[in-house]
């Protein structure tokens, strides 16, 4: 066994002791490798992959254009073997000078408080979670029984779209979502939304008062080892939470639950083992109604934008 698959099992050890919902990881994504030297020796490593994102593209709303993102291997080591890395990270860095619209990130299992204090030290904000909700135990918050929940219709599209937009508005102002001019994203969105609509997709709108003020777009998704989702989440059938929006003058008033009731009411239909979404800790909003509904952070995305502001 090599000294690289040493660290990877026993990282993988270590998270299962953190959380025993993180899955069991035994090889490293592939990219680039950093190696880091500890004050006892030692050596940890780091791997980097490096991203381009189209600025009229989706992906384009809640990403930097070109990404920086580096998965830590630390084997059994904590603060001192991350501080190691990330100043090999930033050294990188300085041999490449990313661009305005870059990002450094770094997925970390969000109950690792000891990774915790080095991403802070370095400049590093935890701008975006991934939450989960088991099915065991779960029950659902009460609603606005005013709130009327059905399968959105081709018609709606316009209607899904205005409520997104307005969610992102708000949402770029205190969480990592942005706004870009190019008008190609909106049509990107609208045709994706038609194509969905006309298979029956799992997307839900809230009417009250005879007026739509809410949308949620939700899937179905198998972790599995030979899926990127098969890193993140334990193996299984789990539901996912794509996006909620809801009119901001209704917002406080049970339409957020009352969309999330139904749509975990389909996923446990489903048979799925839990329920996982991205939402922004800094979001004053999201903070709390995600926690509400029964979800807990498994993995914190930490982020540092322009990537040159990495310490």
Known sequence: ???????????????????????????????????????????????????????????ALWSALEVWELTPILGANGTVAMDAVLRAFRARLDRESPGEDSSCVVPWPSRDAEGTRALLDHGLAPLTA??????????????????????ARPADVEAILWLERAEI???????????????GTCDQRRAALRRRLADDAP???????????????????????????????????????????????????GVGRAL??????????????????YYNPPNPLASVFWHRQGYRPLWTVWEVRPATLLR
Do not use: K
């Not at 680039?32 to 050596?43: C, E, H, K, N, Y």
């Not at 972790?223 to 794509?242: I, K, N």
């Open 203 to 253: 997307i839900w709108l809230a009417d009250l008062g005879g007026r739509p003020v809410g949308v949620v777009d939700s899937g179905l998704h198998d972790a599995t080892a030979d899926h990127w989702l098969g890193t993140v989440l334990p193996a299984g059938r789990w539901g996912y939470v794509h996006s909620v929006a809801v009119q901001p003058d209704v917002r406080g008033h």
């Open 169 to 183: 508005e708000y949402s770029a102002n205190v969480g990592g979502l942005r706004p870009r001019p190019d008008q």
């Open 260 to 277: 999330l009731n139904a749509t975990h009411a389909e996923f446990s239909r489903a048979g799925v083992r839990g329920t996982y979404l």
């Open 130 to 151: 991934l939450g989960v909700r088991t099915e065991t135990g779960a029950q659902p918050a009460p609603g606005n029984p005013e709130v009327t929940v059905r399968a």
């Open 1 to 59: 066994m090599d000294r690289g698959t040493d660290l990877v099992a026993a990282q993988a050890d270590r998270f299962a002791a953190i959380d025993p919902l993180l899955p069991v990881v035994t090889e490293p994504p592939e990219g680039q490798t950093l190696v880091a030297t500890l004050p006892d020796g030692s050596r940890v490593t780091g791997v980097l992959r490096v991203s381009f994102t189209d600025p009229g593209s989706l992906e």
